[in-house]
Nanobody
């Protein structure tokens, strides 16, 4: 059974940076595309960034040029580097497979951008 453990969130001022990490276990990590998703209060969960098993990336328009997804297959970990953070980036961030998600989700990590 897949396990997803996200970390790295926190409170940051506008313009600041955070790096999120997600350790994945229970699957053959290297054969899956992975993505970062987020859910803000009162909104649906949305894809923020995805990376295929071959390294191709795609980003939501709202984060292009600010966020970077990358993975370490040896450590079965996927990261999200977030720069130039804005208040509208405030959400709980989750990792999961991409484009098709696993049936279960981790606990997520809270990112709050506020002065």
């Amino acid at each position: 059974q897949v396990q997803l453990v996200e970390s790295g969130g926190g409170l940051v001022q506008p313009g600041g940076s955070l790096r999120l990490s997600c350790v994945v276990s229970g699957i053959i990590f290297r054969i899956y595309g992975m993505g970062w998703y987020r859910q803000a209060p009162g909104k649906q969960r949305e894809l923020v960034a995805g990376m295929s098993r071959f390294g191709a990336t795609n980003y939501a328009d709202s984060v292009k040029g600010r966020f970077t997804i990358f993975r370490d297959n040896a450590k079965t970990t996927v990261h999200l580097q977030m720069n130039s953070l804005k208040p509208e980036d405030t959400a709980v961030y989750y990792c999961n497979s991409h484009p098709d998600t696993f049936g279960s989700w981790g606990q997520g990590t809270q990112v709050t951008v506020s002065s």
